[in-house]
């Protein structure tokens, strides 16, 4: 093989190498940044995995929202209408967070209890999450419960 020939060659497989090592680092940083939704009861079912992130979506159960005075640490539950799952949330919560409304939580489980990193609250009266409404939704076929009309407020 000529000269000119063995260092296009070797161009060619340092470029390949190189290409292949950067599409490798990108999927392992955007598999980390991954974290899927599960209703409570795909949780409790063990769907979700042990240790890693991911996201809790439902409505926050009523009554069930506590905080101690002058603490920072939430603790409310959220439901899919199948199951209840506690979650723990310390800091600021959204200003439209409060029961009865969806929320998606995005954290870890420790124990039996859901350890929120982020809180994400619904912005208007009439929104929900299309993955939470889906879910929600194949909830109320489950149970044979009429989903609520749309535009209602809840």
Request: aromatic share 6%.
């Amino acid at each position: 093989m000529n000269p000119v020939r063995r260092r296009r060659l070797l161009w060619v497989i340092a470029l390949v190498v190189a290409a292949g090592l950067a599409a490798t680092l990108v999927a392992m940083a955007l598999q980390r940044n991954i974290a899927y939704l599960y209703t409570p009861s795909e949780v409790l079912r063990g769907e979700a995995g042990g240790q890693a992130r991911f996201r809790l979506g439902g409505m926050v159960a009523a009554d069930s929202f506590t905080r101690a005075p002058g603490s920072l640490e939430a603790h409310f539950k959220v439901s899919d209408g199948d199951a209840l799952m506690p979650v723990v949330y310390t800091g600021i919560l959204p200003d439209l967070f409060r029961e009865k409304q969806a929320v998606v939580a995005t954290g870890r489980m420790r124990g039996d209890t859901f350890v929120a990193e982020q809180i994400l609250a619904k912005h208007d009266e009439t929104y929900m999450p299309k993955e939470v409404a889906d879910k929600m939704g194949m909830a109320h076929k489950k149970h044979d419960v009429p989903p609520p009309a749309a535009g209602s407020a809840q």
